[in-house]
């Protein structure tokens, strides 16, 4: 599913047109994105949270000349599913 399939289905059940669902999906994400590049959590509830964690530096072994690399720390986005989320796709 991507985020024309997301827009289709938000207009049917909104009533609105696709492209008002469209351009909807892309201020959300333009939101989050902006919120996470400066440091904050993004909470939603019965969903779950992404929240940017610093991977440290570490270093691993080539496995073809053995020889060691350091692969740089850097930040990711890491998310978090809320109890009710694991509850339904575990369908429980």
Do not use: Q
């Given at each position: 599913m991507n985020k024309k399939d997301i827009s289709e289905i938000i207009s049917r059940n909104l009533s609105i047109r696709k492209f008002e669902a469209y351009n909807f999906i892309g201020l959300l994400i333009e939101v989050i994105n902006e919120n996470l590049n400066n440091?904050?959590?993004?909470?939603i509830s019965n969903f779950g949270k992404f929240i940017v964690v610093k991977?440290?530096?570490?270093?691993v072994i080539?496995?073809?000349?053995?020889?060691?690399i350091i692969i740089a720390s850097k930040k990711v986005v890491k998310f978090f599913p809320s109890k009710n989320l694991?509850?339904?796709?575990i369908g429980k």
């Open positions: 440091g904050e959590k993004i909470i991977r440290n530096e570490k270093k080539n496995p073809n000349n053995k020889e060691i694991k509850k339904k796709i």
